[in-house]
T-cell receptor, first 116, second 115 residues
Framework: EPEVTQTPSHQVTQMGQEVILRCVPI?????FYWYRQILGQKVEFLVS????????KSEIFDDQFSVERPDGSNFTLKIRSTKLEDSAMYFC??????????????FGQGTRLTVV | AQTVTQSQPEMSVQEAETVTLSCTYD???????LFWYKQPPSRQMILVIR??????QNATENRFSVNFQKAAKSFSLKISDSQLGDTAMYFC????????????FGTGTLLAVQP
């Protein structure tokens, strides 16, 4: 069964450093997403990406964040200068929404980011 | 703006019994989708069940079923014959009919299945 894969599973970084979280969405999917879950809290939408551009972003997704699809398979989330409050689980998801067929988002297993 | 509310932070059920998790939402849209996701201790997000708002029939997936009340904006999850492996955090999620298909999650209900 196709799945979304994320690497690394756990990343520890120094405050102020840049991190890149990587995702390989399901190959025939068209929409890509990043979500964040701070420990013990709900899952929050960060950004959606379609047709090589951001289609929507939340208030959380400020200038420190960026997304990119550098090739035909990878989808990355970059945090330029990490802060302690960026520590969270980051989930990548993808979907292939067609009206009346399937709008299910498939999630990766997550990357746990720890900023120290 | 759409909101999703899960009023039960924690629930407990005996193995083989039935439990119902509550979820309400607020939206002005007429076409949308509702989901229940399971998050076990591994923290992976696993889709449990999906409901399209335009369908009156409640969705079922094996031991999992929903009670979708569109007028009341209620979307509860019923787990029958609970198993130890059902122990997890359960999130209710809303997806509008707009272009981005983003999910809005509730705060979750931690379900513990007791042996």
């Amino acid at each position: 069964e196709p799945e979304v894969t994320q690497t690394p599973s756990h990343q520890v970084t120094q405050m102020g450093q840049e991190v890149i979280l990587r995702c390989v969405p399901i190959s025939n999917h068209l929409y890509f997403y990043w979500y964040r879950q701070i420990l013990g809290q709900k899952v929050e939408f960060l950004v959606s990406f379609y047709n090589n551009e951001i289609s929507e972003k939340s208030e959380i997704f400020d200038d420190q964040f960026s997304v990119e699809r550098p090739d035909g398979s990878n989808f990355t989330l970059k945090i330029r200068s990490t802060k302690l409050e960026d520590s969270a689980m980051y989930f990548c998801a993808s979907s292939d929404p067609h009206v009346g067929v399937n709008t299910e988002a498939f999630f990766g297993q997550g990357t746990r980011l720890t900023v120290v | 703006a759409q909101t999703v509310t899960q009023s039960q932070p924690e629930m407990s059920v005996q193995e083989a019994e039935t439990v119902t998790l509550s979820c309400t939402y607020d939206t002005s849209e007429n076409n949308y989708y509702l989901f229940w996701y399971k998050q076990p201790p591994s923290r992976q997000m696993i889709l449990v069940i999906r409901q399209e708002a335009y369908k009156q029939q409640n969705a079922t997936e094996n031991r999992f079923s929903v009670n979708f009340q569109k007028a009341a904006k209620s979307f509860s999850l019923k787990i029958s014959d609970s198993q130890l492996g059902d122990t997890a955090m359960y999130f209710c999620a809303f997806e509008g009919g707009g272009a981005t298909n983003k999910l809005i999650f509730g705060t979750g209900t931690l379900l513990a299945v007791q042996p």
